[in-house]
């Protein structure tokens, strides 16, 4: 496991929604979202999620997808009590994940 950055304060709630397969709203980007986190990591000394996004200002996406989030444009995160599955495009094992990783999802 990478040490972690400073984390930003929604990092623990991020913990939590991927330990749990929980779904996050949040705002990205003026943004309002709702993400599946699939995995927490680092790159250039700044933390990362990797989500698939469940909906765009409550319209869902067009075509299912794993989106990168850097959790300094995140804001007003909240854990929702919609539970999600781990998507088949979620690969945990990609080299860009190697010796970066915080936390990611199991099963």
């Known amino acids: ?37 699939h995995i927490l990591y680092t790159k250039h000394d700044e933390l990362f999620m990797d989500a698939e996004p469940i909906a765009r200002e409550g319209k869902p996406p067009r075509e299912p997808k794993i989106a990168t989030f850097k959790l300094a444009g995140l804001s007003a995160v909240r854990l929702t009590p919609r539970a999600f599955q781990r998507s088949p495009l979620f690969e945990a094992d990609a080299e860009r994940y190697s010796g970066v990783t915080l936390m990611a999802i199991e099963g």
């Open 1 to 37: 496991m990478a040490a972690a950055p400073a984390a930003p304060a929604c990092t623990p709630i991020i913990f939590e929604a991927i330990v749990r397969k929980m779904c996050l709203s949040a705002t990205y980007n003026r943004v309002e979202m709702t993400l599946a986190p």
